[in-house]
């Protein structure tokens, strides 16, 4: 079975073998710190449904630098520094951003919501009709660790 989506660089294979748990558009401070980007398009997986293929070939960082003991890690190639994922490390979620990860961005479903949007940002809210919301949707529950 092909995974419905795969991403990572040439010397670790990021591969999905199920579709996103959660799948928005995010606003939050952190994105933007990491990503450079306006928002970011981010994709949540079960912990168990995106695999690594070289995890010995893995550095990890923190996500948040403002909360270094935070559970997300950013996790790069230890061979060309590519960015593959972000790691959960209580094991709930794997992160993929499709734009910075190596993934055929076109080929990824659209976010179905925006995150993470406040109004004290300086710029008004999205009008694409998806709806917004202040965190994650609220009907969004963190899966088991595993």
Not at 59 to 85: H, S, Y
Request: charged share 20%.
């Amino acid at each position: 079975m092909t995974a419905p989506y795969a991403g990572g660089c040439q010397h670790v294979h990021v591969t999905a073998k199920a579709e996103p748990i959660d799948n928005h558009e995010c606003h939050c401070n952190v994105c933007k710190a990491v990503t450079g980007q306006h928002t970011t398009h981010v994709a949540f997986f079960d912990y168990g449904d995106l695999n690594v293929d070289h995890p010995e070939k893995m550095k990890r960082v923190p996500f948040n630098a403002q909360n270094p003991g935070g559970p997300l890690e950013i996790c790069l190639c230890t061979d060309c520094g590519a960015v593959l994922m972000l790691d959960d490390k209580q094991k709930r979620i794997r992160v993929a951003v499709p734009n910075v990860m190596g993934y055929d961005d076109a080929a990824f479903p659209k976010a179905s919501y925006h995150a993470f949007w406040d109004e004290t940002k300086g710029y008004p809210p999205p009008q694409d009709g998806r709806p917004v919301f202040g965190g994650l949707r609220p009907e969004f529950a963190w899966p088991a660790s595993h």
